[in-house]
C-alpha cells in the first residue's frame, strides 16, 4: 500500500502516523469530498485532543465524549482560547457535516487551516519541534477534471 504524502502534515508523522494519516486524507478530500474531509478533520482534532491528554496527564474517564474532554476544566487550564476555538470550530462543523450532512462551500478548506495550526502547537507543546521547524501553509489545489477522462459506459442493446 503507497503511503500518501501532505503537503502540510508530515512533520506529525514520525511522532503521531495516525494522526498525519487523517489530516493527509482531509487534505487530500479538501475539493473533491468536502464532507469526508471534515469528517476526517473532526476525528483528527477528536485524536489530537487525546494526545494531548495523555501527553499532559490530564485526568479523563473512557466514556467521556469530545466535547466533554474539550469542557473540562484541566484541558481548558491547559490550552490557550484560540486553541480551543479551533478545536470547538473543527468539533461542530464536522459533526454537523457527519449528522446533517450540511456544510459552509469553504469549510474544508478554513478548517485543514486550522488543523494545520493545531498540528504545529502541538509539537511545540510537547517540546518535538521547535518554532524554527514550522512551515507555512500549503493551500490545495483544486485540480479539474479532464473531460477525456470520464469513463463511458456503453449500453448494447438488442
Given at each position: 500500500m503507497e503511503l500518501m504524502q501532505s503537503q502540510n502534515f508530515e512533520h506529525l508523522r514520525p511522532h503521531w502516523p495516525?494522526?498525519?494519516?487523517?489530516?493527509?486524507?482531509?487534505?487530500?478530500?479538501?475539493?473533491?469530498?468536502?464532507?469526508?474531509?471534515?469528517v476526517k478533520l473532526r476525528c483528527f482534532a477528536?485524536?489530537?485532543?487525546?494526545?494531548?491528554?495523555?501527553?499532559?496527564?490530564?485526568?479523563s474517564l473512557a466514556t467521556?465524549?469530545?466535547?466533554?474532554?474539550?469542557?473540562?476544566?484541566?484541558?481548558v487550564t491547559a490550552v490557550e482560547s484560540g486553541i480551543l476555538d479551533k478545536l470547538h470550530a473543527i468539533r461542530r462543523v464536522?459533526?454537523?457535516a457527519v449528522h446533517d450532512g450540511t456544510f459552509g462551500k469553504g469549510d474544508?478548506?478554513?478548517?485543514?487551516?486550522?488543523?494545520?495550526i493545531l498540528s504545529w502547537w502541538l509539537l511545540?507543546?510537547?517540546?518535538k519541534g521547535t518554532k524554527a521547524d514550522i512551515k507555512d501553509f500549503i493551500a490545495p489545489v483544486?485540480?479539474?477534471?479532464?473531460?477525456?477522462?470520464?469513463?463511458?459506459?456503453?449500453?448494447?442493446?438488442?
Open positions: 495516525e494522526l498525519a494519516n487523517l489530516a493527509t486524507h482531509a487534505e487530500k478530500y479538501t475539493f473533491d469530498d468536502p464532507q469526508s474531509a471534515l477528536e485524536l489530537l485532543v487525546g494526545i494531548v491528554y495523555r501527553e499532559f496527564r490530564l485526568p467521556d465524549k469530545f466535547v466533554d474532554r474539550l469542557q473540562a476544566s484541566a484541558f464536522g459533526n454537523t474544508s478548506q478554513w478548517l485543514l487551516k486550522e488543523a494545520h511545540l507543546t510537547t517540546h483544486k485540480t479539474k477534471k479532464n473531460p477525456t477522462q470520464k469513463k463511458q459506459l456503453s449500453i448494447k442493446r438488442d
